[in-house]
């Protein structure tokens, strides 16, 4: 067996593992078991150590999400922020994502819950607006950050 046979098998087993969650769990349950692998995910972007190296580097909490918007895939819009991907980029699936549930945009929401617990130091809510899976054009999550601080770390 190749290397593209392998990959393949993979991905079909990813579908058959999701489908089978949508069928046999309820909705709360498969979130929450997708955010948890999230949380952990291998695959991510922006590794928790660069995430750190920004965050360490910033002075303000307002400097570290400026930071974020230029560097990584955080946009913020009429005072918001968003994470926002043009595509699926998981590499589970990312191959052939045609037929593949939405359960798994939790697991990226698990994994920006746990990037942005990690950079602000507190829980913040993700809110999954669109997703490729879902048949939208892009995967767009809304960061619930309501101020970003201008006070400089250590001082609050």
Known sequence: MGDSDTSQGF???????????????????????MAACGQKCPFTHLTDSRLLDIRDRAETEEALLDTLCSEWRLQKQQGRYYVVFDRCYCPLVNDAIE?????????????????????????????????????DDECR???????????AYGDE
Do not use: Y
């Open 11 to 33: 991905t079909r087993w990813v579908k058959e593992l999701l489908a089978a969650l949508d069928g046999q769990i309820d909705e709360q349950a498969r979130k929450n078991i």
């Open 141 to 151: 999550f809304l960061i619930g950050i309501d101020q970003a601080s201008s006070v």
């Open 99 to 135: 037929g593949t549930s939405a359960t798994l945009c939790s697991c990226t929401e698990g994994n920006l819950r746990h990037k942005f617990k990690l950079a602000l130091g507190r829980e913040v809510a993700i809110e999954v607006q669109k997703t490729i899976l879902r048949g």
